[in-house]
């Protein structure tokens, strides 16, 4: 009976992290948004660091996009990202997203395991389900690289996403803007904004959007799928009081996800790979499937400026998550399979509260305190040839930080800043894995074979400390040393493991030349990357769980340049990340298929599962490798060219490209199962602006229509879209 692989099944579909504190997104004043130029490149602002800076004069390795940007370089959902931004790589594992920057962030898949980089929408960290949703009404996204250990806290090892949408505009009339499109795959997409200043003080912003498309995929399996379609449809209403030096901004959101099920075929090297069928677009499976996700928000952010200039600031959130889930987890029609009905909610709750000087002096500072705790439900009900496997628990989590910042002016142009963080997380366990339930022979119940209950506690002292050198009003100079970690867990009642920590050296310099027209950043980093967490079976017992296997070295160069010539601009990025994984001794789990084999045999004794096994053939030591999820090479960039064509008329054709080299998935390192093959995507878009208000627009990604993986789930991978184009007409109004 294969306990073990439902039990890692539910490890995978249930995961949730916890975050160190949320970031407290500002209002419209203070959110990201491009800043005119009169030549040149135009200004990016950011508000991650909780004050309203200028991208260029920020201290850290960061990719901010404007919502025009977003549109440019086809970034739609999370997993976009990557193709934009350098160092970043975002993997589909199903449920959820492993996010990792510069190869640090989430290598396993068990719920015990946080995140190491950390997502926040509109100031309120998510949780890695339900994170795969539409963007739509945008203001900015900001991609931060390196811990941010004083500000965000824990989860943060690897860096921090901040996706902010957009609130109302008080000091413009009634306006908006809609969108309607269509493509291939019966593909249909329509977004809408209204922005209605009721008064001087007071306004609202509705927005929604709607997406359907076919599936990419062929069902040729015994029973009919759907599986890789997309149904998609949500909306955001956002109120926004300013009377004088108060502010306050709420914001309520919904978001509704069906795509027929996973789409997804057995790895190579793996035991159901004979029953793989036809090409990657080809799925066979023999049970019906299905998912359907479904989120709530709502926030509340609260400002009051004193008239000394403190401004003191509250964050108040709340989430709730649900996914409910018919799974075929071999992904085939082959014999012994397992089908599963899968359900995982959680509900998030937040707090936290600022005090943030003024810049005006030599010295200005941030003081912080964060709460949040997370409330999770699993019910995970599988049946493989009649045979019952139930996993039916959850836990709550709970994270504090208390945090501080200052930089102080040594002399003009150089500055000092300090920033430290105290943190602490708690997580408690319950629920069971049971088999048997209704079978003769076993309990009424079913039979308990794994606890899921279990109890951990840590808390750690992060922070950071950089020099700045303003050398001129275009050149920044910057060095610093960062700490950062994510928490540790634990696998059952009498198994724990420790916090992953992170020590970061880094230094960058950004610039701007030939009157702005040309704007850069470079960056060289060093990481010492410890207790680096992942899931392995333990041959005495069996059962797998997470250890502390590695340490990990980590370093490397990026780069970031953009440019802008009258109508002709451009940008690029790249970055080199060398990993080096310390050797391990393991037992190789993929050719075993998840069985629970049990503990392992005497001496002498032939292997008879479920009662024992002889894991010894299985067992393997690496000679080191990269980091997982760790490409070595990432790099990409877009040209456009605006060509006027009498009146406000215009024709702007623009093309992007996005290369992500290989990365590894396991430690085994197997090229054939544990390696997702680099890739390149190219994607263009041509823009014919009518006026103002009118726009047509004629798009196409993956233009080669390459076929490549984008993650693995168990023993099945999922695969990146092919070949799609379509029109949008953008009215604005």
């Known amino acids: 009976m294969k306990t073990q692989f439902a039990l890692g099944c539910a490890m995978t579909l249930a995961f949730v992290t916890q975050p160190g504190t949320a970031f407290a997104q500002a209002a419209q004043d203070t959110a990201s948004a491009p800043e005119e130029a009169s030549e040149g490149v135009g200004e990016i602002i950011v508000t991650a660091q909780r004050r309203k800076e200028k991208l260029q004069d920020v201290a850290v390795s960061a990719t901010a996009f404007d919502a025009s940007a977003l549109a440019d370089k086809a970034v739609t959902n999370l997993a976009d990202l990557q193709n934009a931004s350098p160092a970043l790589s975002i993997s589909d594992g199903g449920i959820t997203q492993s996010i990792n920057i510069r190869g640090i962030g989430l290598a396993s898949n068990s719920p015990s395991v946080t995140a190491g980089v950390a997502t926040y929408v509109d100031g309120l960290f ?13 203001a900015s996204v900001e991609v931060l690289r390196g811990p941010q250990g004083t500000l965000v806290g824990s989860n943060s090892t690897g860096g921090a996403i901040f996706i902010n949408t957009q609130n109302p505009l008080l000091d413009e009339g009634l306006g908006g803007y809609a969108m309607f499109g269509g493509g291939n795959y019966n593909s249909v997409q329509s ?26 995929y062929t069902s040729v399996g015994p029973v009919g799928n759907d599986a890789g379609k997309l149904r998609e449809g949500g909306g955001r209403l956002t109120a926004m009081w300013k009377p004088g ?11 509704d996800r069906d795509t027929g099920g996973y789409a997804y075929r057995p790895i190579l090297g793996t035991p159901y790979d004979v029953f793989r069928v036809g090409d990657i677009r080809t799925i066979s499976f023999d049970t019906p499937v299905a998912n359907r996700e479904r989120s709530f928000q709502a926030s509340l952010e609260l400002r009051q400026e004193l008239a000394s200039g403190i401004t003191l600031r509250s964050v108040t959130g709340y989430q709730n998550k649900r996914i409910n889930a018919l799974n075929d987890v071999d992904a085939s029609a082959g014999p012994g399979g397992i089908a599963e ?21 030599r010295f200005d500072w941030i003081l912080g305190g964060y709460f949040q705790r997370n409330d999770i439900a699993i019910r995970i009900l599988q049946d493989q040839q009649g045979f019952p496997t139930d996993i039916i628990g959850g836990n709550q989590r709970t994270t504090t930080g208390l945090f501080a910042q200052g930089n102080y002016e040594i002399v003009p142009g150089l500055e000092a800043q300090l920033g430290a963080r105290y943190s602490t997380y708690k997580a408690t366990g319950y629920g069971d894995v049971t088999i048997g339930a209704g079978i003769p022979g076993f309990p009424p119940g079913g039979l308990a074979v794994a606890s899921l209950a279990g109890s951990h506690k840590d808390s750690l002292a992060t922070g950071k400390f950089a020099l700045n050198w303003k050398v001129d009003a275009d050149n920044l100079l910057y060095a610093l040393v960062a700490r950062g970690y994510k928490p540790g867990g634990f696998n059952s009642p009498t198994s724990n493991f420790d916090p992953e920590r992170v020590i970061s050296y880094e230094a ?8 702005n027209r040309i704007r850069t950043q470079i960056s060289a980093f060093y990481n010492k990357y410890a207790n680096f967490q992942f899931n392995v079976v333990e041959p005495s017992t069996g059962f797998a769980g997470v250890e502390n296997i590695s340490t990990v070295e980590i370093k490397g160069l990026e780069a970031q340049v953009q440019g802008r010539f009258g109508g002709f601009g451009f940008d690029a990025n790249v970055a080199f990340v060398d990993s080096d994984l310390a050797s391990v001794t393991f037992v190789n789990t993929r050719q075993l298929g998840g069985a629970n084999l049990g503990p392992q045999c005497p001496a002498g004794t032939p292997s008879a599962p479920p009662f024992c096994f002889d894991y010894a053939p299985f067992i393997q030591t690496t ?3 990269p980091n997982l999820y760790a490409p070595r090479w990432t790099w990409g960039g877009g040209v456009e060219y605006e060509i006027p064509l009498g009146g406000e008329m215009s024709l702007t054709p623009r093309v992007n490209y996005a ?12 090229p054939l199962s544990d390696r997702l093959n680099p890739r390149g995507l190219l994607s263009a878009i041509v823009t014919l602006r009518i006026n103002d208000r009118l726009k047509l627009e004629a798009w196409g990604t993956n233009l080669t229509n390459k076929d490549y993986i984008t993650g693995q789930l168990n023993s099945n991978e999922f695969y990146g879209a092919p070949r799609e184009y379509g029109v949008k007409l953008n009215v604005t109004f």
């Open 126 to 138: 998510q949780p890695p389900i339900v994170q795969a949703n539409s963007f739509y009404d945008l």
């Open 191 to 216: 977004e809408a904004a209204v922005n209605l200043p009721v008064s001087d003080t007071f306004g609202l912003r509705a927005a929604g959007f709607y997406r359907n498309r076919d599936s990419f």
């Open 245 to 255: 030096s108060f502010q306050a901004v709420a914001k309520v959101s919904f978001n």
């Open 341 to 361: 009905d899968y359900f995982a909610g959680e509900k998030v709750y937040t707090q936290e509260i600022n005090i943030i000087s003024p810049t005006e002096g």
């Open 508 to 515: 960058g310099w950004k610039s701007a030349f030939l009157r």
């Open 623 to 625: 000679g080191g490798g």
């Open 659 to 670: 290369y992500v080299g290989e990365q590894f998935t396991y430690i085994g390192y197997s």
